[in-house]
């Protein structure tokens, strides 16, 4: 039918009913009748009858795995291989449709360990990732061993892969769709619900995250566009009430920062000495947005999520310190707003990130606009009075820095003051 076709969008409504009555009784759909939900869905979709179908989706997810009580189990197995699928062909144009099925999973995560098969090794070469992903697709169609709970596993797998080919503004709709769900999670623990046990709670964020992670994993080929919802979640995350929780949140962005960074650099570094100004861009956007997070997540509330953010930062800056680029002035600006508000716990796992940055194999690659503020961080640092240890070292490192300017002077921009 044509989108904007009146017949077609009179009767779709009365094509639901049916559906839920069978659903709400508990009633098995046969093959045909799933066939038949389906292209409903298909339809709802097609002509733009988003709530029709988001409500729609919403009463299956709680008919194959009941949202409540919390904790429930499975219910209808069909059920859950009909919604994987569902997913994996609509992925495209869910949108909003994206909610109710996070949801879903978000409770199917409970019962089954769907991080399983995505948390393997997944081939970068293409070929073998050809291979790996024609294997999941065997297994989701009911090729392979393992039975109904592993075709779910390898669903779930599969979904998260195929968002390589997805829009940008779809890929957004879905990381927002997982910020969203673990909201809920936390709602759901602030309730206090006797029958909503803390555990439920780790094992449903550390789902999405592990999720999330995922996503971005696959997404790596394409700008940084959507790095922007990958980290509000993991900050999210790091704001928990949840230690356990919070804790997770930081952990993930040092790998995420750790894995993406790295990868972004040797993609900068394979370019053409001559297409890297052009063609190199996105990927140097991608490194300062990945530094840029770090400032983000240091905002937190919480003194144990700042410390897990400059220790995961500290970690970084060991292993990829000269490879910055130019996201040196975003790490510096992070150092220097923390000395200037002098908080003795914050300085001592503050500084020595600095100092890393002054180390010799590591300071003749700041770009000279960077010394400035290096030598700026340096001198903040040793001017605050919160931690008088914090100080004296700060103002040795400042010696380093001096004796590297004057010793390659001739080859610094004159911009150095």
């Keep these: 039918p044509e989108p904007n076709s009146t017949v077609s969008l009179r009767l779709l409504p009365m094509l639901w009913p049916p559906f839920k009555t069978a659903l709400d009784a508990d009633i098995p759909l046969p093959t045909e009748a799933l066939r038949a939900l389906g292209v409903f869905l298909d339809a709802s979709t097609y002509l733009k009858q988003v709530r029709l179908r988001d409500a729609s989706l919403s009463d299956i997810a709680n008919a194959a795995v009941p949202s409540a009580p919390p904790n429930a189990p499975i219910r209808s197995l069909p059920l859950c291989r009909f919604l994987i699928q569902t997913s994996l062909r609509l992925s495209p144009s869910l949108g909003s449709g994206w909610v109710p099925l996070l949801l879903f999973l978000q409770r199917?995560?409970?019962s089954l360990d769907l991080a399983s098969v995505s948390q393997q090794a997944r081939p970068s070469d293409k070929k073998a990732y050809a291979d790996w992903t024609q294997s999941l697709r065997r297994k989701v169609a009911g090729g392979g061993e393992g039975g109904e709970l592993e075709e779910l596993r390898c669903g779930v797998a599969l979904l998260?892969?195929?968002?390589k080919s997805m829009s940008d503004g779809a890929l957004c709709d879905l990381l927002e769709g997982m910020s969203f769900a673990t909201k809920e999670s936390f709602r759901a623990e602030l309730e206090g619900s006797e029958h909503h046990p803390l555990d439920d709670t780790v094992k449903s964020v550390s789902f999405l995250v592990a999720?999330?992670?995922d996503i971005a994993h696959f997404n790596m080929h394409r700008s940084s566009v959507w790095l922007e919802g990958v980290v509000k979640h993991l900050r999210l995350v790091a704001e928990s009430s949840n230690t356990e929780v919070r804790d997770l949140g930081v952990k993930?962005?040092?790998?995420?920062?750790?894995d993406s960074f790295a990868e972004a650099h040797h993609g900068l570094i394979a370019l053409k000495p001559s297409d890297r100004e052009v063609k190199g861009a996105p990927l140097r956007e991608t490194k300062r947005r990945l530094l840029s997070a770090y400032g983000l997540m240091y905002d937190s509330d919480?003194?144990?999520?700042?410390?897990g953010v400059l220790q995961s930062l500290k970690a970084t800056l060991k292993a990829l310190a000269a490879e910055l680029d130019d996201g040196y002035p975003i790490v510096l600006e992070l150092l220097k707003r923390i000395a200037?508000?002098?908080?003795?716990?914050?300085?001592?796992?503050?500084f020595p990130c600095l100092d890393q940055l002054c180390e010799q194999d590591v300071i003749r690659k700041v770009p000279a606009h960077a010394l400035t503020l290096l030598s700026g961080c340096c001198t903040n640092?040793?001017?605050?009075e919160s931690d008088p240890t914090v100080s004296q070292k700060a103002a040795q490192t400042m010696g380093v820095i001096i004796e590297y300017v004057?010793?390659?002077k001739k080859a610094i921009a004159h911009d150095f003051s």
């Design 211 to 213: 999720s999330t992670l």
């Design 302 to 307: 919480f003194k144990d999520a700042k410390l």
């Design 406 to 408: 004057l010793l390659n």
């Design 340 to 350: 200037d508000e002098g908080d003795a716990d914050m300085l001592p796992h503050a």
């Design 381 to 384: 640092f040793a001017k605050q």
């Design 160 to 163: 998260w892969s195929e968002t």
């Design 108 to 110: 199917l995560s409970l």
């Design 252 to 258: 993930s962005l040092s790998g995420l920062v750790s």
